[in-house]
């Protein structure tokens, strides 16, 4: 996860406010779902697909971001380090963040 630098100076007071900012900021930062990525165009079928999710790390969760028809479909298999796979009771084009 990323971590925020801190430059060093002989200001104390910049050195002091960096420090401050570093504690509020890296928790923010290092939430999985901040470090996530959107994947459009998802095409759903009414049955099972799998998909690439492109993290290089176990899934943690998905939101759905966009849908352009009436469909139902759940998560079928363990989340895992490459694929969501996808359950669907209709044909729908998704967006997806993944985190």
Request: aromatic share 8%; proline share 4%.
């Amino acid at each position: 996860m990323a971590s925020l630098p801190i430059f060093k100076s002989n200001d104390k007071n910049f050195m002091l406010h960096q420090t401050s900012w570093k504690a509020a900021l890296t928790p923010i930062i290092n939430n999985e779902i901040n470090q996530g990525l959107l994947i459009t165009g998802i095409q759903l079928i009414n049955g099972t697909i799998t998909i690439n999710h492109l993290l290089d790390r176990k899934m943690v969760g998905f939101i759905q971001a966009d849908i352009d028809a009436p469909a139902n479909y759940y998560r079928s298999q363990p989340l895992n380090d490459k694929t969501l796979t996808l359950t669907s009771n209709a044909a729908a084009t998704i967006a997806l963040w993944v985190f």
